[in-house]
């Protein structure tokens, strides 16, 4: 099986069962009411799509989607209830173009390298507690072309 689509169904429980799925190239699961933590594996180093947002996951983002998914282009983990800091092991995803990680309690600082990821055109961060500055050399990254920073509720400052 090399994609997985069941997005926008009324499907709830875990979903690590997909996790057998060991040739994934794309994975939706999106806008469902799954619980549980998201569901990953070393397996899934030929992943491009990585979609689960408005779910209801919790606990932390899986380390096997920041170090084992290298050619993963699109993130979305949005609306749901993740929690603690966001992996800096993100910045070695150098083919990543879009990551919506908005509308969940991640906390800390997010690594500036995310900033300089090569192919990177959208980044949504809102709705987070995320802490510190937003790197001065933003305005020179030329890649990204959307930012949504959305209701921050943590001092974030420009």
């Not at 994975?27 to 397996?43: E, H, W």
Request: aromatic share 8%; with cysteine; proline share 4%.
């Amino acid at each position: 099986l090399m994609l997985f689509n069941v997005r926008a169904n009324r499907l709830a429980g875990n979903a690590t069962v997909v996790e057998s799925c060991g040739n994934l190239i794309e994975l939706d699961i999106g806008d469902n009411s799954f619980t549980g933590r998201l569901p990953a594996t070393p397996d899934w180093d030929e992943l491009s799509s990585y979609r689960a947002g408005r779910n209801k996951f919790t606990g932390t983002v899986p380390v096997e989607l920041t170090t084992h998914a290298r050619i993963l282009e699109y993130l979305d983990i949005s609306y749901n209830q993740l929690s603690g800091s966001f992996p800096n092991q993100i910045t070695i995803l150098s083919a990543l173009k879009a990551i919506d990680i908005s509308g969940n309690q991640f906390t800390g600082t997010l690594t500036e390298d995310v900033w300089y990821l090569p192919a990177l055109t959208m980044i949504a961060l809102g709705n987070n507690q995320f802490v510190g500055t937003i790197p001065p050399a933003i305005g020179c990254v030329d890649s990204v072309w959307n930012i949504e920073l959305g209701r921050i509720t943590s001092a974030l400052h420009v």
